[in-house]
């Protein structure tokens, strides 16, 4: 899922013809990960032949599969001297990418008084997962929160109302209960609610749920896990009901097959990202609605997606360029294009107030929800050797679900190997 575009104002270099400025200007690569539905390549390609044209900077997108795709690729490629200078990857890296020593912060590259202004302009929320002890080490582009897509047409088949999405656990456990239909034999033919416990995506999920208990799962140095709390014990606990209660299949749902299965009316709520909405609008063939994630008391959120990084290897002048690519597909105009292409969230309060986009909210509202959420959403989780942090806790997580064990154990265990991998990061 993805999409987006627009620039800002034309300097006296950009005024000049495009080939006498592409003389002697640096020539940028860029990994970028395909994760989600849509016309993703077709969008940056765009992206990328506007910047050129503008700036006569030339950058060629590399495109890389999924998040953990991207990351493996870059990182060797640096290793081996041919490296990106930048690359979209989770804004959950941050402390990995601090440890592998591949990044250049922002303040490095230099920030002059404007830049800085432009920094502070995105939206807290997303800046959570961008910045550790007064540096900046990514900016925020392709967002999301985790939102509920619900089938109108399933609601008012099982008697609920449409325009009442639940709010609360209870609520919800109740609908989706309500949702799954069965036939005469006992067979499901649509279960209420499907969520991703698969390995990469189960950590959202549960970041999410921990959240709407009123905990968290990290520190913000991402040396240490918090996965015996009783908030997190409790989410796990939530989350091994459902299917228990029959309102989730039992074992393990994959996010692949989250979107297909609500497009096919397989599920009639999924917990997926807002960056699936274009996606999902222009393939549904029933009415659908949108709503924030219910709490356990009220609604919270987790955001997620990616950043895009800067790495060290780059020189100077590739630096700059890089940063001045960063601040063209970051403008309001083109955040909001961004937005109504691929329903990720725009990244800026401005773009919100662009003519377009308010009109694009306007005619299909479900483009708008997400935003509503962002003060209540908490950053996805973020540790130093993160990869392996998220597959202690997935491991734990699906033990959980296929009943092989309760949920203060997995949470123990989850944790004792969280506490053995970060042990090197502890300082003092």
């Known amino acids: 899922m993805i999409h987006r575009r627009t620039f800002l104002a034309a300097s006296v270099a950009l005024a000049t013809p495009s080939v006498i400025r592409a003389q002697g200007r640096p020539k940028l690569s860029l990994y970028y990960p395909i994760a989600v539905g849509g016309p993703i390549p077709d969008i940056i390609d765009g992206y990328c ?27 060797t490629a640096i290793r081996a001297g041919q490296g990106p200078q930048m690359a979209v990857l989770l804004a959950a890296e941050m402390h990995s990418l601090q440890d592998l020593d591949v990044l250049v912060s922002l303040e ?16 807290p929320a997303f800046m959570a997962n961008s910045r550790v002890e007064g540096r900046t080490w990514s900016v925020p582009f392709q967002r999301s929160t985790a939102i509920q897509y619900y089938n109108k047409a399933a609601f008012t088949e099982a008697g609920l109302d449409p325009e009442a999405y639940p709010t609360t656990w209870a609520g919800l456990a109740d609908a989706a209960r309500k949702l799954t239909r069965r036939d005469a034999s006992g067979r499901v033919s649509r279960w209420g609610f499907k969520l991703a416990s698969d390995l990469g ?38 989350w091994r009901s459902l299917p228990d ?14 979107s297909p299965d609500f497009l096919e009316g397989n599920a009639a709520i999924i917990q997926h990202t807002t960056g699936n909405l274009t996606n999902v ?22 955001v997620g997606g990616g950043n895009l990084y800067f790495f060290k290897q780059a020189n100077a002048e590739q630096r700059a360029a ?6 063209f597909i970051s403008t309001p105009e083109r955040a909001a294009d961004w937005c109504m292409r691929t329903g990720y969230i725009a990244t800026r309060p401005e773009a919100w107030e662009t003519p377009a986009l308010k009109a694009y909210v306007e005619k299909f509202p479900p483009a708008g929800v997400a935003r509503g959420f962002l003060p209540v959403a908490t950053g ?17 997580i699906q033990a959980c679900l296929n009943g092989d064990k309760a949920p203060l154990q997995a949470m123990r265990d989850a944790q004792a190997e969280a506490e053995r991998i970060l042990k090197p990061f502890k300082r003092g």
């Open 281 to 302: 609008r222009d393939r549904a063939k029933f009415p659908f609605g949108v709503a924030g994630l219910p709490g356990k008391a009220s609604p919270h959120t987790a």
């Open 49 to 75: 032949r506007e910047f050129a044209t503008q700036s006569g900077i030339e950058v060629t997108p590399v495109y890389a599969g999924t998040y953990g795709d991207a990351l493996t690729k870059s990182v």
């Open 201 to 238: 995506n189960a950590q959202w999920t549960f970041g999410a749920l921990t959240f709407q208990a009123g905990g968290v799962l990290m520190n913000e140095a991402g040396t240490e896990t918090y996965f015996t709390r009783p908030e997190a014990i409790e989410a796990m606990s939530f």
């Open 380 to 396: 996805e989780l973020s540790t130093f050797e993160n990869q392996r942090i998220q597959k202690a806790l997935t491991d734990q």
């Open 108 to 123: 490095e590259i230099g920030l002059d008084a404007e830049a800085r202004k432009w920094i502070e302009g995105f939206f």
């Open 322 to 327: 890089a940063l001045q690519f960063a601040r």
């Open 245 to 258: 209660s029959g309102a989730t299949p039992p074992g393990i749902s994959a996010w692949p097959q989250l």
